[in-house]
Nanobody, 121 residues
Framework: QVQLVESGGGLVQAGGSLRLSCAASGSMFSINAMGWYRQAAGKQRELVARQTTGGFINYAESVKGRFTISRDNAKNTVSLRMNSLKSEDTAVYYC???????????????WGNGILVTVSS
């Protein structure tokens, strides 16, 4: 099994910054990508940012220029630096990883429990 543990959420004023971190542990033969999704109240979960092990990055249009994702492949961690936060960034943020637990495994998607980010206006 793979566990993802998020940290760093909380309450921040609009215009402020937060940094989210996620650490993956467990059986991980190979990781394809790690990233962040978010789900606001009453809305569907959406991609925020994702980075492959090869370094390819994609961001949601709404966060481009404000958020930065970074990975430490050796430590199996992913972080999300969020600047110029807006009230519409308020959501539960989920860490995500696409992993092959063993050499014979298919790719599986794992999720953290989520961490709340609240941006007050």
């Amino acid at each position: 099994q793979v566990q993802l543990v998020e940290s760093g959420g909380g309450l921040v004023q609009a215009g402020g910054s937060l940094r989210l971190s996620c650490a993956a542990s467990g059986s991980m033969f190979s990781i394809n990508a790690m990233g962040w999704y978010r789900q606001a109240a009453g809305k569907q979960r959406e991609l925020v940012a994702r980075q492959t092990t090869g370094g390819f990055i994609n961001y949601a249009e709404s966060v481009k220029g404000r958020f930065t994702i970074s990975r430490d492949n050796a430590k199996n961690t992913v972080s999300l630096r969020m600047n110029s936060l807006k009230s519409e960034d308020t959501a539960v943020y989920y860490c995500n990883a696409e992993v092959r637990p063993y050499s014979y495994s298919l790719w599986k998607v794992y999720w953290g429990n989520g961490i709340l980010v609240t941006v007050s206006s």
